[in-house]
């Protein structure tokens, strides 16, 4: 079956760049996801990549795909104490009927 | 528009109990997810709507159910609560030609 790993905690100086990586195994997947969780609350969908794609940027988000790798990393620019938060790595199976798979979540700490 | 709602946003049952935990997606879109989110086991898919067929189950015992309506809104009911199902409950809905799933709140359950 599916299995999505990330790292589980990572803590960057305010103004830093952070980099959340991440791996998967369905070398049949479609999207894959990145989605911030902010304590109690639910998840917000921050980026996302079709398969066929190796990059993609929006605003401080950079994404990266090496296919080949099964790897996916996400950097956020300047990071702000606001980015505080869990991410989530995730992809959809291959049948498409959108059964995301997540990863365990990568706890990201700012410091001021 | 309005996001995805969910309620209640907080429960507390007793062992043995059922409960019916309520999704009301964006306007528009058809499809509906229900994932379950707890430390240690993290994010799970549970099922997805579509036209108020079930299109996709994830590995949970039979006392998980759902159904959806013909306005898109969906339940989920949980009979028979064991301790173990404590734990946020998550609600998504998309377009029927999207990838992008936008998650509700949550409805966090305690079981007792």
């Known amino acids: 079956g599916e299995d999505v790993e990330q790292s589980l905690f990572l803590s960057v100086r305010e103004g830093d760049s952070s980099v959340i990586n991440c791996t998967y195994t369905?070398?049949?997947?479609?999207?894959l996801y990145w989605y911030k969780q902010e304590p109690g609350a639910g998840l917000q969908l921050l980026t996302y990549?079709?398969?066929?794609?190796d990059m993609k940027q929006d605003q401080r988000l950079t994404v990266l795909l090496n296919k080949k790798d099964k790897h996916l990393s996400l950097r956020i620019a300047d990071t702000q104490t606001g980015d505080s938060a869990i991410y989530f790595c995730?992809?959809?199976?291959?049948?498409?009927?959108?059964?995301?798979?997540f990863g365990t979540g990568t706890k990201l700490q700012v410091i001021p | 528009k309005a996001g995805v709602t969910q309620t209640p946003r907080y429960l507390i049952k007793t062992r043995g109990q059922q409960v019916t935990l309520s999704c009301s997606p964006i306007?528009?879109?058809?499809?509906v997810s229900w994932y379950q989110q707890t430390p240690g086991q993290g994010l799970q898919f549970l099922f997805e709507?579509?036209?108020?067929?079930?299109?996709n189950k994830g590995n949970f015992p039979g006392r998980f159910s759902g159904r959806q309506f013909s306005n898109s809104r969906s339940e989920m009911n949980v009979s028979t609560l064991e301790l173990g199902d404590s734990a946020l409950y998550l609600c998504?809905?998309?377009?029927?030609?999207?990838?992008?799933?936008?998650f509700g709140p949550g409805t966090r359950l305690t079981v007792t």
């Open positions: 306007s528009g879109h058809r499809s």
């Open positions: 369905d070398s049949s997947s479609t999207y």
């Open positions: 998504a809905s998309r377009t029927s030609d999207s990838y992008e799933q936008y």
């Open positions: 995730a992809e959809t199976d291959s049948g498409g009927y959108q059964k995301v798979t």
């Open positions: 990549i079709f398969s066929n794609m």
């Open positions: 709507y579509f036209s108020e067929t079930q299109r």
